[in-house]
């Protein structure tokens, strides 16, 4: 083969490999901050997929939430601890993350018609490097509730394997009263969805 005949088979493995860094690339960045997955990768967490996309696991065979403390957004403090024996509705955003500014008035309408009933939300800020980045999406989107402000993504690491998948913001869990982990969405949710999340999470005695 000449030099001249090999030249072109080079081009296009680069090409080629061009191609598929590109791929990769932008697959990264759907999965960063889309409609988020269904999957939180390996582990045993007891959930089941319904055909709504949300994932449930039946009473008793919950894993437990971790500790989840600390500093939040507008600079109080949070202890998700402190919240058993309501059901907390825990909400991983990022204002970089268009899903989010597209479901965070469903979760602030949710919230303000819920918490009279023992629904707690309360919000884990991720991805932002700069705190005043996450007051500003509050602030705009008229969210009351408390947010934890996690911009390395360490309490969201604090789950058991299989959980969440890190890459797959907004992300939301329902705890039951015990603190057991009752269902989860990898997704961005609409008003509808969040409640019938919420609903029979709520009902249990």
Request: with cysteine; charged share 25%.
């Amino acid at each position: 083969m000449t030099a001249a005949s090999r030249a072109p088979l080079r081009s296009n493995r680069r090409s080629r490999a061009a191609l598929a860094a590109l791929a990769a690339a932008a697959a990264l960045t759907v999965s960063a901050c889309g409609s988020g997955g269904t999957s939180g990768g390996g582990g045993d967490t007891n959930f089941v997929m319904g055909k709504d996309g949300i994932s449930t696991a039946k009473k008793g065979e919950r894993a437990a939430a971790p500790d989840l403390s600390g500093k939040t957004v507008d600079g109080g403090q949070v202890d998700v601890a402190s919240f058993k024996g309501k059901v907390v509705v825990l909400n991983m955003w990022g204002s970089w993350c268009a899903p989010c500014r597209a479901e965070a008035r469903n979760f602030e309408t949710v919230y303000r018609d819920l918490k009279d009933e023992g629904v707690q939300f309360v919000g884990i800020n991720t991805r932002d490097t700069s705190i005043e980045n996450a007051v500003a999406f509050e602030k705009q989107q008229g969210i009351t509730y408390p947010s934890l402000y996690d911009p390395t993504g360490k309490l969201m690491l604090r789950f058991k394997k299989g959980t969440l998948n890190p890459q797959a913001v907004p992300s939301t869990l329902v705890l039951d009263r015990d603190g057991g982990i009752a269902a989860r969405s990898l997704a961005a949710l609409s008003e509808e969805k969040l409640r019938k999340m919420v609903a029979p999470v709520l009902a249990e005695k």
